[in-house]
């Protein structure tokens, strides 16, 4: 998992250079670092602390592998870490786009409450979920706000739920 992150730090970085000019919040800038350090010490946390591989959580943490492969296969050069929108972008409406705003978002949450559940680690899964949604409540407003201007965003989105269909 750890050196899936690396490689997706990576693309990212090929991403935004590659898109030009692009809008990141304040909000973004100041939480990435946090993201990036959150990511790291769930994976060595777990790595360090974690005891044997636990059925349901390592399934779920399994499961949500693919939703990640649709949302980079559906984005592609306009997918990065830093939530940096690239001035001329086309609203993505198909894959898991065409159910919630956020389906990258989803398979984060999952993932850091799924990884330290795998291997028995229940008191980090907890903390990794409250600061990852102290992080993601700064950070999609502003997103969001970046986004809507994009010809198609409102059409699209508005009434769909951020995360999962049919809840908030």
């Known amino acids: 998992m750890g050196g899936g992150r690396l490689l997706e730090l990576a693309y990212s970085r090929r991403n935004i250079a590659a898109a030009g000019a692009a809008h990141e919040g304040e909000w973004s800038r100041r939480t990435y670092p946090f993201m990036v350090a959150l ?17 349901p959580w390592l399934a779920l943490l399994l499961l949500a592998q693919p939703l990640r492969a649709w949302v980079l296969c559906t984005l592609r050069g306009r997918w990065n870490t830093r939530a940096a929108v690239p001035a001329r972008m086309e609203v993505e409406t198909g894959g898991p786009y065409r159910f919630v705003r956020h ?10 409450a799924a990884l330290p559940l795998a291997f ?10 409250v600061a990852n949604a102290l992080l993601l409540a700064l ?6 706000q970046l986004l809507r201007p994009l010809p198609g965003y409102r ?3 508005d009434g ?9």
């Open 120 to 129: 028995g680690l229940r008191r980090l899964a907890v903390i990794a979920t």
């Open 39 to 55: 990511h790291a010490l769930v994976i060595a946390g777990t790595l360090v602390r974690g005891g044997k591989a636990r059925g």
């Open 139 to 144: 950070r999609i407003p502003e997103e969001e």
């Open 155 to 157: 059409e699209h989105f």
């Open 160 to 168: 769909k739920a951020r995360f999962v269909p049919g809840v908030f």
């Open 103 to 112: 389906p990258n978002y989803t398979v984060v949450v999952i993932e850091l």
